[in-house]
């Protein structure tokens, strides 16, 4: 079974920048496309961003141009570089992998995430 643990979260200011991180283990991550999603108080969980087996990233519009998805050479490890962040980034960011459950949309391509992290809270203040 897949697990999955963020972090780099914090409390930065508008325009400043954050990178996340995923450690991934009991997974083939490199086999399988990985995302991150967000959920922020109140609100539904909202798909990020999103990286196949062969390196293809999806965004949503909200981030596109400000976010990148990445993951390491060993595919152990999932990254969200955040640049420019935005008082409405602020929420609990998650990691996940494959598998049934919740359904996210995608820069338009539906994504099943079966196993995710605990998450990590990301703090942007105007």
């Known amino acids: 079974q897949a697990q999955l643990m963020e972090s780099g979260g914090g409390s930065v200011q508008a325009g400043e920048s954050l990178r996340l991180s995923c450690v991934v283990s009991?997974?083939?991550?490199?086999?399988?496309?990985m995302a991150w999603f967000r959920q922020a108080p109140g609100k539904d969980r909202e798909g990020v961003a999103a990286?196949?087996?062969?390196?293809?990233?999806r965004y949503a519009d909200s981030v596109l141009g400000r976010f990148t998805i990445s993951k390491d050479s060993f595919e152990k490890t999932l990254y969200l570089q955040m640049n420019n962040l935005k008082p409405e980034d602020s929420a609990i960011y998650y990691c996940?992998?494959?598998?049934?459950?919740?359904?996210?949309?995608?820069?338009?391509?539906?994504?099943?995430?079966?196993?995710w992290g605990q998450g990590t809270q990301v703090t942007v203040s105007s």
């Open positions: 009991g997974f083939p991550g490199s086999r399988y496309c």
């Open positions: 990286i196949d087996s062969d390196g293809t990233s």
């Open positions: 996940g992998a494959p598998g049934g459950g919740l359904r996210l949309l995608i820069g338009g391509v539906w994504f099943s995430f079966g196993s």
